[in-house]
């Protein structure tokens, strides 16, 4: 089934490990030569190894967002975080990670080529494989970590009650609390849960500057606004848990099409669509080591579709994809970050797109403090937590809501998690 859900993303999209690749915006601009295959698959079209090329085509992509070809046909393209990038011209959709070698440790991107990746007709019916490089050479560049020593890792999770004692004696403007549930997980399981080591941007895009006309038309909103109670009427599905694996990119996205599809239908449909057919089943994004909303919300549910819970139950592990292949998809029908590309997005187009279309995938920091949170409006509050070792990762949620704090005037986002309903204010 084909239902019409705009999938619009902002920021990263969405988070995470990924891949390791470190490939910036001044990278990738310019001139490609994109290699590709016979058009003649459809979208079970593997693109594990490349096959004869058949077509060779040079495209310039440019500041912001314009890509030309040799004839002069204009088209869009984004980053996607700082690990592909998608080109749609010409009536055709690309898409491929950059290229790169080694691990989260230490990686060399060689960001003037990529991966085989793939490429589709608009009625996503025409596939092809492609790889592209670039025209430039753009210097290798090395990326190296800190780990986290294994053993750190391994070991099982802890709370920090001073840290939390900590947290609740220093503000008011948000509670923290223990939770015991967390002690079954490792540091690393937590981690994973939390977004997982990987790759963060040190320097993502700022917000684009707001326009006088984004600000008019936010001007005329709600100064209180919540998918859960649009007149009394709740949009959002129920809250789910995650568990030990770096799959909240996956939650968030389908999270919002769940929401996508209960708005369009007046909640006639009320799916629970499947997590683990996403991650099990694309290469689009990197199982339970991360992925973007952009790819899955988005490009995933646009190639592929998504399908019911019951057509590939969760397991919270990087399994084989047995999706029961009888099982009816659901389509989106359009996509993108907001403003367009990624790098486009501010507040205002937030705001915006949360009200006239429904529940945002977004990705948030997370700090050490965060993993306690119990309710209020959250502030890192810079407290270290003495046990477990912690890195700064990216975490994907749902937008579903936003108002203004009665006693304080403070202004906040409300958004779903994906780590269960007894996390934080019912999840
Ligand atoms: C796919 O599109 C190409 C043109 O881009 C066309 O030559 C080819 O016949 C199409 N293949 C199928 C299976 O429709
Ligand atoms: C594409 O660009 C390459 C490198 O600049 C050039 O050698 C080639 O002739 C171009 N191909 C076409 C079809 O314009
Ligand atoms: C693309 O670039 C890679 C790495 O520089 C090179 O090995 C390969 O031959 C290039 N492919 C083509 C078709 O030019």
Same mark, same amino acid.
């Given at each position: ?20 690749? =470190? ?5 990738? #601009?310019?001139?490609?030569t994109f290699y590709e295959t016979e058009r003649s698959g459809d979208n079970t079209l593997s693109c594990d190894t490349m096959g004869p090329v058949v077509y060779v085509k040079?495209f310039?992509?440019?500041?912001? /967002? ?21 080109v /749609?011209i010409n009536q055709r959709s690309y898409f491929a ?17 990529t991966f085989t990746g793939w490429s589709r007709d608009a009625t996503v019916r025409n596939w092809s494989c492609f790889f592209g490089n ?16 294994? @053993?750190? %890792?391994? &070991?099982?999770?802890?709370?920090? $009650?001073?840290?939390?004692? #900590? ?35 040190? =320097?993502?895009?700022?917000? @684009? ?44 996205? %389908? ?10 239908? &007046? ?8 997590? &683990? ?21 988005? #490009?995933?549910?646009?190639d &592929? ?6 057509? =590939? ?6 399994? @084989? ?16 970050? %907001? !403003? ?15 009200? *006239? ?21 959250? $502030?890192?509050?810079? *407290? #270290? ?8 990762? =990216? ?13 304080? !005037? ?9 780590? !269960? ?7």
């Amino acid at each position: 089934m084909l239902i019409g859900v705009l999938a619009v993303l902002c920021v990263a999209g969405a988070a995470i490990a990924d891949t390791p690749a =470190n490939c910036l915006f001044e990278d990738i #601009r310019g001139t490609w030569t994109f290699y590709e295959t016979e058009r003649s698959g459809d979208n079970t079209l593997s693109c594990d190894t490349m096959g004869p090329v058949v077509y060779v085509k040079n495209f310039t992509l440019d500041f912001p /967002n314009t890509v030309m070809d040799e004839l002069g046909h204009q088209g869009t393209w984004t980053l996607v975080w700082n690990q592909g990038f998608e080109v /749609n011209i010409n009536q055709r959709s690309y898409f491929a990670w950059s290229y790169y070698e080694g691990n989260f440790i230490s990686a060399t991107s060689y960001c003037d080529r990529t991966f085989t990746g793939w490429s589709r007709d608009a009625t996503v019916r025409n596939w092809s494989c492609f790889f592209g490089n670039k025209t430039t050479e753009v210097p290798p560049r090395e990326t190296k970590k800190m780990s986290i020593p294994s @053993a750190m %890792l391994h &070991q099982t999770y802890k709370n920090d $009650h001073q840290m939390i004692e #900590r947290i609740n004696g220093k503000q008011s403007s948000w509670r923290a609390k223990a939770y015991p549930e967390h002690e079954k997980y490792t540091v690393e399981e937590m981690m994973q849960r939390m977004g997982g080591p990987g790759s963060v941007l040190t =320097n993502p895009p700022r917000p @684009a500057p707001a326009t006088s006309e984004q600000r008019a038309r936010v001007s005329l909103l709600p100064e209180n606004f919540d998918w859960r109670d649009v007149n009394g009427v709740n949009y959002v599905a129920p809250v789910r848990d995650q568990a030990s694996c770096g799959s909240c990119y996956t939650f968030a996205s %389908l999270a919002q099409i769940e929401s996508r599809v209960r708005i369009a239908t &007046q909640n006639v449909r009320q799916d629970v669509f499947s997590t &683990q057919d996403v991650v099990s089943c694309t290469p689009l994004a990197q199982g339970c080591a991360g992925g973007f909303s952009f790819l899955i919300a988005g #490009r995933y549910a646009q190639d &592929q579709g998504v399908v019911a819970e019951e057509c =590939n139950p969760y397991t919270g592990k990087d399994d @084989a994809c047995v999706t029961d292949s009888t099982c009816s998809r659901t389509y989106v029908s359009d996509y993108e970050y %907001l !403003g367009g590309y990624y790098g486009a997005c501010n507040e205002e187009l937030m705001l915006q797109a949360l009200v *006239e279309n429904g529940p945002l995938a977004v990705a948030y920091a997370v700090y050490d403090d965060f993993g306690n949170y119990e309710g209020g409006i959250y $502030h890192h509050t810079g *407290e #270290r937590n003495e046990f477990n070792p912690f890195e700064y990762v =990216n975490h994907a949620v749902l937008l579903v809501g936003y108002g203004v704090d009665e006693a304080t !005037g403070e202004k906040y986002w409300g958004v779903k998690k994906s780590w !269960g309903d007894a996390w934080g204010e019912a999840g």
